[in-house]
């Protein structure tokens, strides 16, 4: 099994709609978790971070269910702008190495 | 500005001639890696330096050398490249102390496309 998994769509979305999807994760052990994206042909940015409680920022909701093993990104509103690949981060405790999932790629159409 | 910067950008090379790709930053940080980034395999890590001097094998580094002999350079080299590491590759830097590593964020250089016919 893969240390993560990401379904890689893509995800066809209306502007304006929100769209979810999640990333699992099979080492229990792990630490500490975020979401990047990724423009095409570009380097990965840091879209956010994810807590244990959740977090929020503007139209972006990032949570972290440690018992299913799973983190989950929400957007709300969606706007053309959030076209990307969303590359789900994780790194375990004690290692200095992060692991990267494949990305979901998400188009959010006119 | 703050920012990773890779040279060359794009490079096609010949199986077993010896390349380097430099990666520098401006942000005085300790930590540094390189990625390569393939189809349905996404970012692997070859190997990362923590500090001056102090490079570890990440979980792809057979067939690649670095070296960190300057905070802010963390040079790629592939003494024989090999068709297989045709790839996308990034230098990737953060800062902090390294035990503060999982909170950092990882600032990416734009990407270096690599050949090897």
């Known amino acids: 099994r893969k240390e993560v998994e990401q379904d890689p769509g893509p995800f066809n979305v209306p502007e304006g709609a929100t769209v979810a999807f999640n990333c699992t994760y099979s080492?229990?052990?792990?630490?500490?978790f975020f979401w990047y994206r990724q423009d095409c042909r570009k380097e990965p940015k840091l879209l956010m971070s994810?807590?244990?409680s959740g977090n929020e920022d503007g139209r972006f909701t990032a949570q972290l269910n440690r018992a299913s093993q799973y983190i989950s990104l929400l957007i709300r509103d969606s706007k053309l702008s959030d076209s990307a690949t969303y590359l789900c981060?994780?790194?375990?405790?004690?290692?200095?190495?992060?692991?990267f999932g494949t990305g979901t790629r998400l188009t959010i159409i006119p | 500005e703050a920012q990773v910067t890779q040279n060359p950008r794009y490079l096609i090379t010949v199986t077993g001639k010896k390349l380097t790709v430099t990666c520098s930053q401006n942000?005085?940080?300790?930590?540094m890696s390189w990625y390569r980034q393939d189809p349905g395999l996404g970012l692997r890590q070859i190997y990362y330096?923590?500090?001056?001097?102090?490079?570890d094998k990440g979980d792809v580094p057979e067939g690649y050398k670095v070296s960190r002999k300057e905070k802010r350079n963390f040079p790629l080299i592939l003494e024989s490249p090999s068709p297989n590491q045709t790839s996308l590759y990034f230098c990737?830097?953060?800062?902090?102390?390294?035990?503060?590593?999982?909170?950092?964020?990882?600032?990416f250089g734009p990407g270096t496309r690599l050949t090897v016919l």
């Open positions: 994810v807590y244990s």
């Open positions: 942000m005085n940080h300790e930590y």
């Open positions: 330096s923590m500090n001056v001097e102090v490079t």
């Open positions: 990737a830097s953060s800062g902090g102390q390294v035990t503060h590593l999982i909170y950092n964020e990882q600032f």
């Open positions: 080492n229990s052990a792990s630490q500490s």
């Open positions: 981060v994780l790194t375990n405790f004690g290692n200095e190495k992060l692991t």
